[in-house]
C-alpha cells in the first residue's frame, strides 16, 4: 500500500468522524430524539420545547466536548460506578503511554526506518508504507541499538504506569467496599448442590445444615424457586398495566367498534385491539377452591444463605462445606439487582459440561472466522486480487482511485460488517456457561471477544498474509518469533487502515448512537408505537473494553516495527476520552446508560494481564527481528528485557491482584463492630429479608377513574365482584367522552385476570414463607 492510499482511507474516515460528531451535537438538541439522547427524567424536563423553533438547535456546537472534559473522576464514580472508571483509566494509561511512544519513536526510529538503505527515494505520496518499517533496515545495521533502546524505555514506562494505575483501582475497590454499609451480598451466600431428600424439603434441608454446623452465625434462607411460567405470567401482566396505567382519568366506552390503522410500509391495517378468548373466569373458581401450590416439586438445588456478619458470610463462602466438592458448594453472592435469575436453577453438576461446550462452540466460531480474514487478505494485497480475479485487471490499471479504495479502505471496512456478529454471539456463550450474575456472563463475553478479536484481527491476519504471500507454515514453536517479524512490518499497512474503520468512524457513530436513532425513527415514524420510556441500555463493557485493549495491543507490537501507526492511534484514544466520558458522566449517564450493576473494578485485571501480554509479546518479536537482521548485541539485552517484564507481573500478581479476588478479613471485620456500635446491625438484619425477592410484589390494578359506557351486563358483573377493589366508577360528570383507542376493550375480563395472577402470586409467597 502506498501512502496515498492511507491517505485516501484517512480522508474518508475523518470525513466521515467529523460528519457524525456535526450531527450529534445538532440530533442532541431536537425534541424528537431526546429519548436516545436523554433519559427519563431528562425527556420530561425537556417536554416542552418539541413545539418551539430555536435556531440554536440546528447549529453544530462544541459545548459537549467541554462538559465531558470537565467532569471529574469523583463524578463518574458515583454515577456510573467502579466499573466505568476502570474503563476511563484505561483510556488515560493509553494516552499517556502511547504519548510517549509516538515522540520517542516518530522522531527517532521513523527517520532511520527511512533511510535505513540506500534507495533512491520518490515523493513520499508515491512511497510505499514499507519504506517506514523496520524491514527497510540494512541487515548488520549499527542503528538497531535505538530500536532495542526504544524498546526498553516503552517497557520500562509502561510497567511503571500499569502499578501506578493497579494501586489506583485497588485503593477504590476497597473504598467501594467500606462505603457501601449495608450492601446485601455482603451477608448473603449463594449456596449450590444442595442435595435433596425424600423425607425433607429443600427448605429443611438448608435450615438443617446451616443450623447445625453455623449455628453461631446463620441467621436465615430463601431457597430459590423454579417458575417460569409464573414469571412469565406475572411479568406479562406487569407490562398489561403498564400499558394500561396511562389511560387514568379515561372514560371507556364498549359499545363501540374497534378504529383500525394503516402500516407506513405495506399498507395493512391492524385492529387497535384484538379480543382473546379468556377462560380466567372460567378457571377462577377452581383457582379459589386450591387451598396452596405444590412448591417442593418446584425447589431448586439453590439457596440464599444468610449471616449475622460480613465476616461469617466470607469464611462460609471460601470454604469447602463438605467432603464432596460438589455438593454444597458455597459463593459470594452476588448483588440484588445482578441476580440472573434464570440460571440460579440450572443443576450445579451441569456447570462444567456446559463450560466445555461453550468453549468448543468458541472455538468453532473462531475458526470459522477464517473465511472473511482470508478473503480480507487478499483484498489487501493488490498483486494477489489481480491474480485471482482476472478481470479486474483494468479497472484497477485505469482507474487508480478504485487502487487506493479497494487496497485502503474497502478491507477494513468489510472486516468490521463481520465482526458486529461476534459480540452477541459471545454473549450467547456466555450466558449459556450458567453464569448467576448479570455482571458475571459480561465480563466472561468481554473475554472471549477479547480473545476473539486478538486471535483474528492480529495473529490470523499476520499468519494469513504470510501464508498467502510466501507459501510458508509454522514448521515448529521455535519459529513463531521469526514469522512474526517478517510478516507484522508487512501487515502494519491492513492495521493502520482497521485502525482508521474501526476506530475513528465507530466512535463517532456510539457519540451519534445510530442504532437508537434508526429505531427512534421505525418506531415512532413507521410503526406508530408510543415511546418507551422504561428501556435504558447499559453501557456494552464487553464490546469497548476488548476494542480499546485491541488497539493498544496494535500500538505495543507496531511501535517499534512501524511507528507510523502511533499517531493515528493516539488520535483515536484521545478521541475516545471525550466520547466515553460524555457517555458515562453523570449528566449523560442519565441520557443514554443506566448502570443497573457493578462488576467492582473486576475488568482492570483483565487490561493488566492483556497489557503484560502485549509488552511480551511484542520483546518476543523484537528478538525475532534482531535476530533476522542479524544483531547479536540487541537480541541479547531483549532476553533480559522479557524476564524482567514476567517478574513484574508475578509481583502484581501476589501484591495487588488478591484485593480484586475477594474482601480483606480486617476491613469487614470493622465495618461489622462499627455496625454494632451504631446499633445499625438490627436494620440490616431486617432489610435483608426483602434484600432478594425472586418474586417482586404484585397489585392489584387500580381502576378507580376508569368509567364504562356500555356493556350493561358486563358493567354488573363488575359491580357484583368489584367489592375489594374500590370505587370503579367515577364521580366526575365531565368525564362523559371514550378515548378512541380502547374502544370494546374487555375490562372485566382484564381486572379477573389480573386478580388471579395476583392470587397466584400470593399462594406462591405463601410457600416461601
Excluded at 461453550?358 to 470459522?368: A, D, N, P, Y
Excluded at 513484574?648 to 488478591?658: A, E, M, S, V
Aim: net charge positive; glycine share 6%.
Amino acid at each position: 500500500m502506498k501512502i496515498s492510499a492511507l491517505l485516501t482511507s484517512a480522508g474518508i474516515n475523518i470525513g466521515l468522524c467529523v460528519l457524525f460528531l456535526s450531527l450529534y451535537s445538532v440530533l442532541r438538541k431536537q425534541p424528537a430524539n431526546v429519548r436516545v439522547y436523554f433519559g427519563r427524567r431528562i425527556a420530561e424536563e425537556n417536554e416542552r420545547l418539541r413545539g418551539a423553533f430555536i435556531l440554536e438547535r440546528f447549529v453544530p456546537s462544541t459545548g459537549w466536548i467541554v462538559k465531558a472534559l470537565q467532569c471529574p473522576e469523583e463524578e463518574i464514580l458515583a454515577a456510573a460506578g467502579l466499573d466505568a472508571v476502570v474503563f476511563n483509566r484505561i483510556l488515560v494509561f493509553s494516552i499517556r503511554i502511547f504519548s510517549l511512544a509516538a515522540v520517542l519513536c516518530v522522531f527517532g526510529i521513523l527517520p532511520l526506518n527511512y533511510f535505513g538503505k540506500d534507495i533512491q527515494h520518490v515523493r513520499i505520496p508515491s512511497e510505499s508504507l514499507d519504506i517506514f518499517t523496520i524491514g527497510n533496515v540494512e541487515v548488520k545495521s549499527r542503528w538497531l541499538w535505538v530500536h532495542c533502546v526504544a524498546l526498553y524505555i516503552i517497557s520500562g514506562v509502561a510497567c511503571i504506569l500499569l502499578y501506578i494505575e493497579y494501586k489506583h483501582i485497588a485503593r477504590l475497590r476497597l473504598l467501594h467496599l467500606t462505603s457501601a454499609t449495608s450492601h446485601p451480598s455482603h451477608f448473603t451466600v449463594l449456596v449450590r448442590g444442595i442435595p435433596k431428600t425424600a423425607k425433607k424439603s429443600c427448605s429443611d434441608v438448608v435450615d438443617d445444615f446451616f443450623t447445625k454446623y453455623h449455628s453461631s452465625s446463620y441467621l436465615f434462607h430463601q431457597v430459590v424457586y423454579k417458575v417460569g411460567k409464573v414469571q412469565k405470567i406475572m411479568t406479562g401482566a406487569k407490562k398489561a398495566y403498564k400499558k394500561f396505567k396511562h389511560f387514568t382519568d379515561e372514560t371507556v366506552d364498549q359499545g363501540c367498534r374497534s378504529i383500525t390503522y394503516r402500516c407506513c410500509l405495506c399498507g395493512a391495517s391492524s385492529n387497535s385491539f384484538k379480543l382473546l378468548n379468556t377462560e380466567c373466569e372460567q378457571n377462577r373458581g377452581k383457582v379459589d377452591n386450591q387451598p396452596s401450590l405444590n412448591s417442593d416439586d418446584e425447589e431448586c438445588t439453590a439457596a440464599f444463605v444468610f449471616f449475622k456478619t460480613r465476616y461469617a458470610a466470607l469464611v462460609a463462602s471460601e470454604i469447602l462445606q463438605t467432603s464432596n466438592p460438589m455438593k454444597w458448594v458455597a459463593n459470594l453472592a452476588p448483588e440484588p439487582e445482578d441476580v440472573y435469575w434464570s440460571n440460579l436453577w440450572l443443576p450445579y453438576k451441569q456447570l462444567w459440561c456446559r463450560r466445555i461446550f461453550t468453549l468448543l462452540g468458541s472455538i468453532v466460531f473462531m475458526f470459522l472466522f477464517l473465511v472473511p480474514v482470508t478473503f480480507i487478505q487478499g483484498l489487501s494485497q493488490l498483486e494477489q486480487l489481480q491474480q485471482r480475479l482476472p478481470f479486474l485487471r483494468g479497472i484497477l490499471k485505469e482507474k487508480y482511485y478504485m487502487t487506493q479504495l479497494v487496497t485502503g479502505y474497502l478491507p477494513s471496512v468489510i472486516l468490521q460488517i463481520f465482526l458486529y456478529t461476534v459480540a452477541p454471539i459471545m454473549m450467547l456463550f456466555s450466558t449459556l456457561e450458567g453464569p448467576t450474575s448479570r455482571s458475571e456472563r459480561k465480563r466472561s463475553a468481554c473475554c472471549k471477544v477479547l480473545y476473539f478479536t486478538v486471535w483474528n484481527i492480529f495473529f490470523v491476519n499476520v499468519l494469513s498474509g504470510t501464508v498467502i504471500s510466501q507459501l510458508n507454515v509454522l514448521s515448529s514453536p521455535k519459529d513463531i518469533p521469526v514469522q512474526l517479524a517478517r510478516a507484522i512490518p508487512g501487515q502494519a499497512t491492513f492495521f493502520i487502515t482497521y485502525v482508521l474503520t474501526s476506530g475513528w468512524a465507530s466512535l463517532s457513530s456510539e457519540l451519534m448512537q445510530l442504532f437508537g436513532l434508526i429505531w427512534n425513527f421505525i418506531r415512532k415514524y413507521v410503526l406508530r408505537m408510543r415511546e418507551d420510556t422504561e428501556f435504558i441500555p447499559s453501557f456494552p463493557y464487553h464490546t469497548e473494553v476488548p476494542k480499546v485493549l485491541l488497539f493498544g495491543l496494535l500500538g505495543f507490537t507496531c511501535s517499534v516495527l512501524a511507528p507510523l501507526i502511533l499517531p493515528f492511534l493516539l488520535v483515536y484514544f484521545f478521541l475516545g476520552y471525550v466520547v466515553y466520558r460524555n457517555q458515562l458522566c453523570s449528566f449523560q449517564l442519565l441520557n443514554v446508560y443506566r448502570t443497573r450493576y457493578d462488576t467492582g473494578g473486576l475488568y482492570w485485571p483483565i487490561a493488566h494481564n492483556t497489557v503484560i501480554f502485549s509488552l511480551v509479546l511484542t520483546q518476543v518479536i523484537g528478538l525475532g527481528v534482531f535476530g533476522l537482521k542479524e544483531s547479536p548485541v540487541a537480541a541479547g539485552f531483549t532476553i533480559p528485557l522479557i524476564i524482567l517484564t514476567l517478574l513484574f507481573n508475578q509481583y502484581c500478581r501476589n501484591r495487588l491482584l488478591p484485593l480484586f479476588r475477594t474482601f480483606p478479613a480486617q476491613d469487614l471485620i470493622d465495618m461489622d463492630r462499627e455496625d454494632e456500635r451504631s446499633g445499625r446491625i438490627d436494620e440490616i438484619h431486617h432489610q435483608l429479608h426483602s434484600a432478594y425477592c425472586q418474586f417482586p410484589d404484585t397489585e392489584d390494578v387500580p381502576l378507580e377513574k376508569i368509567k364504562i359506557v356500555g356493556g350493561d351486563e358486563e358493567q354488573g358483573s363488575s359491580s357484583s365482584s368489584g367489592e375489594s377493589t374500590g370505587k370503579e366508577t367515577s364521580e366526575d360528570p365531565k368525564m362523559d367522552l371514550s378515548h378512541p383507542t380502547l374502544k370494546r376493550l374487555p375490562i372485566t375480563r382484564l381486572r379477573h385476570a389480573v386478580r388471579s395472577i395476583t392470587f397466584l402470586i400470593r399462594l406462591q409467597k405463601r410457600g416461601l414463607a
